[in-house]
């Protein structure tokens, strides 16, 4: 097994991919924040075929979370997620230092404006702006030709597609599907908080986009019925506080009132200080 | 002499561009509103000797005017901008239109903070959030190694060298000089507004920046007394209304008070309806 490359500044990362595409290599690209599971290792996968070199970042981007949020104690394992990688057969891993990547003098944005402000965004104001930035920045180091997505960040992943098509970014833009786990729980670095018992409550989340899903499926075509019967679900566990459930549009992630062609499920909300999303697309036959 | 070849679509102009980087060919750029001068003609020179493949671009570009600014009689004249380019020796125009830039449902925005906001930025709100968001376009979709832009938008300059640094775009930043009509106006597509008698007012800009750079290099190290040497000559034409004449750091904007190194006087302001913008970078001696 060739040992996996470790790239700590722009330079040497930039200048490699570049070097590669002069070569004629196709760059594929996995974007993370570290304490990689199944769904990181899922796009890993997903990517390899469409590439000749992979690179996977790992970089805690401070920007994406707000000031109340949990970015100190966000899980970080670079030693476990370099092991998982190079079984993974990446080829590269950008693991940046906060300052090579937001120097004191840091000063541009890249923003995609109305979807950045409802749902996650209205949560976690400014968010999406960091997701934004830091995404079109390591599109620039990286320069992949193509780079995948979780759909389990549905509205981060609809955020990114609509950037990378507004800025012309000559990417393929892959969506691999949400890996759960065996009750359904959305795989997560952030399940790594739960408590046993609380870890035992959080699939509400997934039940409840499980009876939207089925009322759809068995024909309830009034989506405020939808919305009512994920609420039922969420009074079933009181520990969970829910910021939204609803039913949406996968681009524009608008409120949608006609049910056809293809929907969008989405939870949030918090069991105790943890805050957990989950979403699911649902086709609704004519 | 090879026929310039002329790119309406996005889809052309990128899978030429990468089909030219395949082939190892350096692609050099320099973007434009059109309404091509010497100022424009010298950007082009200044490129040429640095890549395989020149592309110039032609957009006026709304987003960077203001509601009630000129962006509707801007000078637009595409036929005698590709024959001067031709003869220029350029390799590809792109002149997209608006639709193929900005579609219906465009939502994102680049903005670099600080530096946007005062000056030009404060007299033009949004101007530079719009420049920044097409340039970051164009450099994705032109693929550039090398561009060029000029001395003569010096905010505008130091804007787009951070977002290019920032975003980490893999591209050598040229700037050429301001070039200038035999009485010392900066050339500007804007000119072509002034009426004759306007037109022989418009030198009030440069003789300020020289009264303000004589003051200097005569050893005056007090800024407030540069600034108001600046203002005596302002105060020469009653109808020239200034914004402001000043003096900054070229990179910050940051209005200095040491004078030491390079520093950058700036002048803008309006002559009847028509508005004018001029600098002078001063080294100043220790």
């Known amino acids: 097994m060739a040992r996996i490359r470790l790239f700590r500044t722009i330079d040497e990362m930039q200048s490699s ?14 974007p993370t924040m570290g304490a990689l599971h199944e769904g990181h290792l899922s796009l890993v996968d997903m990517v390899r075929p469409h590439c000749d070199r992979l690179v996977v970042s790992v970089f805690v981007n401070p920007t994406q979370f707000g000031p ?21 057969q990446a080829d590269a891993v950008f693991a ?13 944005y890249v923003e995609v404006e109305r979807l950045s402000s409802v749902y996650e965004g209205a949560v976690r104001p400014g968010h999406f702006r960091g997701v934004c930035t830091i995404v079109a920045k390591l599109f ?12 389990k960040d549905a ?9 990378t098509r507004d800025l012309h970014f000559p990417i393929q833009f892959l969506v691999g599907p949400t890996v759960r786990e065996s009750d359904g729980l959305a795989m997560s670095s952030r399940n790594a908080y739960l408590t046993n018992e609380q870890r035992s409550k959080a699939t509400v989340l997934f039940r409840a ?5 089925a009322c759809i499926l068995a ?3 009034n989506a405020d019925k939808v919305r009512e019967a994920m609420r039922y679900v969420f009074a079933e566990v009181p520990e969970f506080k829910p910021d939204y459930g609803d039913m949406v549009s996968p681009e524009s992630f608008e409120q949608g ?28 036959e004519p």
Do not use: C
């Open 17 to 30: 991919s570049l070097q590669w595409k002069r070569e004629g290599l196709r760059v594929g690209f996995v």
């Open 68 to 88: 109340q949020e949990d970015f100190n104690r966000y899980p970080r394992d670079i030693d476990e997620d370099l092991r998982l990688l190079e079984e993974g």
């Open 96 to 108: 940046p230092e906060i300052e090579e990547i937001y120097p004191k003098d840091y000063a541009t």
């Open 140 to 151: 620039n180091i990286v320069q992949p030709d193509v780079a995948a997505f979780g759909q």
């Open 155 to 163: 509205q981060q992943v609809a955020v990114l597609r609509r950037m």
């Open 209 to 213: 986009l499980k009876a939207a899903e």
């Open 219 to 221: 024909g309830e075509r």
């Open 257 to 284: 009132t006609e049910m056809r062609g293809e929907v969008l499920l989405i939870v949030a909300g918090r069991i105790g200080p943890v805050r957990l999303i989950d979403n699911l697309p649902v086709s609704v």
